[in-house]
């Protein structure tokens, strides 16, 4: 099933989202404030972010155009339409207003996650046993899914979609800084070989190849070297 974000700091409505919300069959994450919810983010990948605005910090505005590949409805108190439009111009993928009906939220997630998953399924990319679609940062591989932090399945999703190419490490940094911070020049040797392990478990193949002070590129297992 579905995990779902909630990011709010008020307490008594971040316990009621959650109730409600795990009762519909969802795994719920809590945040109560934007540098929270940044936080988590770095570490998971959930399908769905319920955002407040008034938060301590890192506001909901602030927060949002940190936030990629994942579909989020704003729950605020805020009734202005200008800022409505203006959330829903910025990324945000739905608005409701405080006080709402659980229903009605619920309804609005449901809408949102299929509308998420059907856009997945028209956007999956294949080379070879490997195929990697836009949910859950997870990937088949050799028919068995192997979940991947953000960062691997960044770093994996641009080499799917150049292959057989040798992709640079200052053209795979500068693509994914915004989603992946906690990739950098240092780390990125490291991210590239718990990858190439992952891949490597259900299917005994190799896919990825380093090119000595260049890059990577995503290789046929059956290639000579």
């Not at 590949?69 to 111009?89: F, G, Q, R, W, Y």
Request: aromatic residues 4%; contains cysteine; proline residues 4%.
């Amino acid at each position: 099933m579905a995990t779902i974000l909630v990011t709010d700091d008020d307490p008594d409505i971040g316990n009621l989202l959650e109730e409600a919300l795990a009762k519909a069959g969802y795994t719920v994450l809590r945040a109560c404030s934007g540098k929270e919810a940044l936080s988590i983010l770095q570490k998971h990948s959930p399908d769905l972010i319920l955002l407040d605005l008034m938060m301590p910090g890192l506001s909901g505005e602030q927060l949002l155009p940190q936030i990629r590949n994942i579909p989020v409805i704003v729950v605020s108190a805020k009734i202005d339409l200008e800022n409505k439009v203006s959330l829903l111009l910025g990324g945000a993928a739905d608005y409701i207003t405080k006080p709402f009906e659980i229903r009605e939220l619920l309804a609005r997630v449901a809408v949102q996650l299929r509308n998420s998953n059907a856009a997945e399924r028209t956007d999956q990319l294949v080379f070879d046993e490997i195929r990697l679609g836009g949910d859950a940062h997870s990937v088949n591989v050799s028919g068995k899914n192997i979940r991947l932090t953000r960062t691997e399945f960044a770093i994996l999703k641009m080499l799917m979609q150049n292959p057989e190419q040798v992709v640079t490490k200052s053209a795979i940094l500068e693509q994914i800084s915004a989603d992946t911070p906690d990739c950098t020049e240092l780390s990125l040797k490291q991210h590239i070989s718990n990858l190439r392990k992952k891949l490597r478990q259900p299917s005994g193949k190799d896919y990825i190849e380093a090119i000595w002070g260049i890059g990577f590129r995503l290789r046929s297992p059956n290639e000579k070297s």
